[in-house]
């Protein structure tokens, strides 16, 4: 934890008079914040531990705003691209799959790693395809976000797809899983239960209940 190695931070946030000054000083009129110079860590450089196609783990000199300079860990991904496809019948197509690294079982969106020059929306029709044998016949951005950017620098993307049209069998047997259209009114109940736990499909998910997608805007059927 963060408290843990820069001292004057309790439970992440920093306590002094300098930090509410700063904090203050950058309140926007809406009750937003503006990037406050004050509160800015500094990088200073970057060494790399270890590095392979998709893992990259650096440490990154840098310093807090308590004027603490330390070398910090920092773990690059690739940019990652997923796609929520639902049909007429409010319908979201899902995986279910073992990731052997929790140990855990759980439903998931399918996506995967934006190759290189590939457009990420491209990718995550491309990964449907292969990961489910369904093609989405239109998509557009959902949501972007960073799932844990305290120590983790891995882009996601997710994107809705209205409809799609089954164009064969799954060709990719690595991600080999078990495909079900999933009632997005179902979705709830399976996040209270743990069964979504994937930052991707979690955070896509949630975007697409919180934006009624289906219920009030409706979609085209595959």
Same mark, same amino acid.
């Given at each position: 934890?963060?408290?843990?190695?820069?001292?004057?931070?309790?439970?992440?946030?920093?306590?002094?008079?300098?930090?509410?000054?700063?904090?203050?000083? !950058? =309140?926007? %009129?809406?009750?937003?914040?503006?990037?406050?110079?004050? *509160?800015? #860590? /500094?990088?200073?450089?970057?060494?790399?531990?270890?590095?392979?196609?998709?893992?990259?783990?650096t440490m990154v000199d840098v310093t807090p705003p308590n004027g603490?300079?330390?070398?910090?860990?920092?773990?690059?991904?690739?940019?990652? !691209? =997923?796609? %929520?496809?639902?049909?007429?019948?409010?319908?979201?197509? *899902?995986? #279910? /799959?073992?990731?052997?690294?929790t140990d855990s079982w759980g439903w998931e969106l399918p996506g995967?790693?934006?190759?290189?020059?590939?457009?990420?929306?491209?990718?995550?029709?491309?990964?449907?395809?292969?990961?489910?044998?369904?093609?989405?016949?239109?998509?557009?951005?959902?949501?972007?976000?960073?799932?844990?950017?305290?120590?983790?620098?891995?882009?996601?993307?997710?994107?809705?797809?209205?409809?799609?049209?089954?164009?064969?069998?799954?060709?990719?047997?690595?991600?080999?899983?078990?495909?079900?259209?999933?009632?997005?009114?179902?979705?709830?109940?399976?996040?209270?239960?743990?069964?979504?736990?994937?930052?991707?499909?979690?955070?896509?998910?949630?975007?697409?209940?919180?934006?009624?997608?289906?219920?009030?805007?409706?979609?085209?059927?595959?």
């Open positions: 934890m963060l408290r843990s190695v820069v001292p004057g931070y309790a439970g992440g946030v920093r306590q002094d008079s300098d930090t509410a000054e700063a904090v203050g000083g !950058a =309140m926007q %009129a809406d009750g937003g914040l503006a990037e406050a110079d004050e *509160l800015r #860590w /500094r990088q200073h450089g970057e060494r790399v531990v270890y590095d392979n196609p998709w893992v990259r783990l603490q300079r330390f070398e910090h860990h920092v773990v690059r991904l690739q940019r990652v !691209a =997923m796609a %929520a496809v639902v049909d007429e019948q409010d319908r979201v197509l *899902l995986l #279910w /799959r073992h990731r052997f690294v995967g790693i934006v190759e290189d020059g590939e457009a990420p929306e491209k990718t995550a029709v491309r990964e449907t395809v292969e990961e489910t044998g369904w093609c989405p016949r239109s998509v557009h951005k959902l949501v972007e976000f960073q799932p844990m950017p305290g120590m983790v620098d891995t882009p996601h993307e997710v994107f809705l797809a209205r409809g799609a049209d089954h164009v064969g069998e799954p060709s990719d047997t690595e991600e080999a899983a078990v495909l079900r259209w999933v009632p997005l009114v179902e979705v709830p109940a399976l996040i209270a239960q743990g069964l979504i736990a994937g930052a991707g499909s979690l955070v896509g998910l949630l975007q697409v209940i919180a934006g009624g997608v289906g219920q009030s805007q409706g979609a085209q059927a595959p």
